[in-house]
């Protein structure tokens, strides 16, 4: 009675009361009824997660959301993101996130493109939501890291000349 009323009344937070009294429905029905429930076995879970992990691993540059991973790996959306999460220790999006920053680190140490270029080429929807990931995740800003970056290179440079050139005289 409850449910149906918050649904026709459509207040500010009717949905999120809708499913909390579904799942006290669902509740009641499992323990008052001798229904086993099939479960997914660890190793299918293990399975879906792992493939939800490599085709992040393929497909980090593109546009991907929950909805398609969910369509991907045939999974719904709040069981893939409980269910990775708890196998990988971070969302699915956190760790598109984290793959698609280690691969920007990488652009930054090698080329000379641009920092929107980057954010494009590696699967960001804008500069600026790529540099504020970037900079959650490594304390700077893509420029910052890219001088860091190629300092220590350069520095690196100098001391491998220097030891060659003291061996060269030996």
């Known amino acids: 009675h409850m449910l149906i009323h918050e649904v026709t009344k459509r207040s500010e937070y009717y949905e999120e009361a809708g499913r909390h009294y ?8 499992q323990l008052t009824t001798p229904i086993n429930y099939d479960y997914p076995s660890k190793e299918k879970n293990n399975r879906d997660c792992t493939f939800v992990k490599d085709y992040l691993y393929d497909h980090f540059t593109e ?8 369509k991907e ?8 993101v409980h269910s990775f999460t708890k196998h990988f220790g971070c969302s699915p999006i956190s760790y598109l996130n984290e793959k698609r ?3 920007s680190k990488n652009l930054l140490e090698t080329t000379n493109h641009s920092i929107a270029s980057i954010a494009s080429m590696i699967g960001f929807s804008s500069q600026s939501y790529f540099s504020q990931s970037f900079k959650k995740n490594t304390f700077m800003t893509p420029n910052e890291y890219r001088r860091a970056a190629r300092q220590i290179q350069y520095f690196l440079l100098l001391f491998f000349m220097f030891h060659l050139e003291k061996e060269s005289n030996l």
Request: net charge negative.
């Open 22 to 29: 579904l799942n006290l429905i669902l509740l009641e029905i």
């Open 63 to 70: 546009n991907i959301t929950l909805d398609l991973l969910s």
């Open 73 to 80: 790996s045939k999974m719904n959306k709040y069981y893939l």
């Open 101 to 103: 920053i280690e691969e």
